[in-house]
Every structure is written in structure tokens, then in C-alpha cells.
Antibody, heavy 125, light 107 residues
Framework: QVQLQESGPGLVKPSETLSLTCTVS????????WSWIRQPAGKGLEWIGR???????NYNPSLKSRVTMSVDTSKNQFSLKLSSVTAADTAVYYC???????????????????WGQGTLVTVSS | EIVLTQSPATLSLSPGERATLSCRAS??????LAWYQQKPGQAPRLLIY???NRATGIPARFSGSGSGTDFTLTISSLEPEDFAVYYC?????????FGQGTKVEIK
């Protein structure tokens, strides 16, 4: 059974960089797309971006200028960095695996079949 | 960006009743639509993908239909554990977008 676990600081100061890591266990990180999704308290879900195990990335245009994702296949981990954070970036951050069903995820994002439990990141001084 | 609009925002029903949730896309997403269930304090769970296919382990009382811009999630007979928030998600391009959610609450 694939499991995902987010880790990283729960508190980040405004204007600083939010950094999170997702560790995948119970299966290989290889040959899948992996996404980050966030959810402000009481609100809906926002897709942040994704990374393939080759290092190829796609980012939500609304966040693209501030987002960097990376992958470390030797550790079965992938990471998110979000720079210049403000209070609007306060949210629960999820990592998730993409499921591609009948159509490749190469040109279109997948569905999300495995999720981490989520980690709350608060932006505050 | 494709916008997904879910309705109603809240659905108040009793156990055993039928629930019908709607998701409308601002442009065609073909059949590339999924439904998720989220309970408080938990991550979303994939229920339906490609508009009408149940994900692994999802009970048969959950069904999805639609194509193009209009989609429906139906729960044929609500169980106590089905009261939750439901989101739709499209995958017709490389930017994943979700609807704003429909809360199914106990009447």
C-alpha cells in the first residue's frame, strides 16, 4: 500500500520560503507524476503543480513565479518550495500521486489516487 | 483556465435518501472528470474517475455520469459515513482544477 507523508516547518514568516518534502513508502516513486495541492481552512482545493521522476515539472500559472519542485528518487522523496509567502499561503498542503487512467499524464494532469495526510503551514511573523 | 462550478453548495438530506450533486465546466472537459469525498481532518478520497468509473474499493451506491460540460455524482442511498464534502476535478489539460465543493449534511 502506497503511503505519502509530508514534512516541513509548520510556521513560516512572511516574505520567506516555504519548504516541504513528501516521502513515498510502500512503492517506488519512479514512473509516476507527483503533485502538490493545498487547501486554506474552510476552503476548496488548489493544485500547485507536479513533477515527474525525470524532474520534468508543470506549475499552476497563478503560482508559477514562486514555485520550485524537485525530486530525489534515491530517497523516494519529492519537494516543494514556495517563495515570498504571505498570509494568503496559509493552508494545509497535501502531496499526492497522479493516476492517469486511460490517457497518459504526459500532456494532461492526472487524477489523484494516493494522498498524504496533509500538513498545516501557517504564514505569520 | 477551466472553471468548475458545483451545485448546490449544501445539500441537506437524511440517511437512506438519494443525493444528486452537479458539476459544470466552463468549457468541455470530455469525460476527464473525477469526484472526491473529503471528511473533516482527512485528505480527499478518489471516488469516480473519467466521469463514471468507480475507483478501487468504492461502493456501488456511488455513481457518476455526464460528459462535455455537465456532470453528476449520485449517491443512491446515503449511509451515515457519506456525509462529507464532495469535490469535482478536471484533467482535460495540464492544469488541474477543482470545483468549490458541495457539502452533504444530515437533515
Amino acid at each position: 500500500q502506497v503511503q505519502l507523508q509530508e514534512s516541513g516547518p509548520g510556521l513560516v514568516k512572511p516574505s520567506e520560503t516555504l519548504s516541504l518534502t513528501c516521502t513515498v513508502s510502500g512503492g517506488s516513486i519512479s514512473s509516476y507524476y507527483w503533485s502538490w495541492i493545498r487547501q486554506p481552512a474552510g476552503k476548496g482545493l488548489e493544485w500547485i503543480g507536479r513533477i515527474y521522476t525525470s524532474g520534468s515539472t508543470n506549475y499552476n500559472p497563478s503560482l508559477k513565479s514562486r514555485v520550485t519542485m524537485s525530486v530525489d528518487t534515491s530517497k523516494n522523496q519529492f519537494s516543494l518550495k514556495l517563495s515570498s509567502v504571505t498570509a494568503a499561503d496559509t493552508a494545509v498542503y497535501y502531496c499526492a500521486r497522479e493516476y492517469c487512467s486511460s490517457t497518459s499524464c504526459y500532456t494532461i494532469v492526472g487524477y489523484f489516487d494516493y494522498w498524504g495526510q496533509g500538513t498545516l503551514v501557517t504564514v505569520s511573523s | 483556465e477551466i472553471v468548475l462550478t458545483q451545485s448546490p453548495a449544501t445539500l441537506s438530506l437524511s440517511p437512506g435518501e438519494r443525493a444528486t450533486l452537479s458539476c459544470r465546466a466552463s468549457q468541455s472537459v470530455s469525460s476527464y472528470l473525477a469526484w472526491y469525498q473529503q471528511k473533516p481532518g482527512q485528505a480527499p478520497r478518489l471516488l469516480i474517475y473519467d466521469a463514471s468509473n468507480r475507483a478501487t474499493g468504492i461502493p456501488a451506491r456511488f455513481s457518476g455520469s455526464g460528459s462535455g460540460t455537465d456532470f453528476t455524482l449520485t449517491i443512491s442511498s446515503l449511509e451515515p459515513e457519506d456525509f462529507a464534502v464532495y469535490y469535482c476535478q478536471q484533467r482535460s489539460n495540464w492544469v488541474g482544477t477543482f470545483g468549490q465543493g458541495t457539502k452533504v449534511e444530515i437533515k
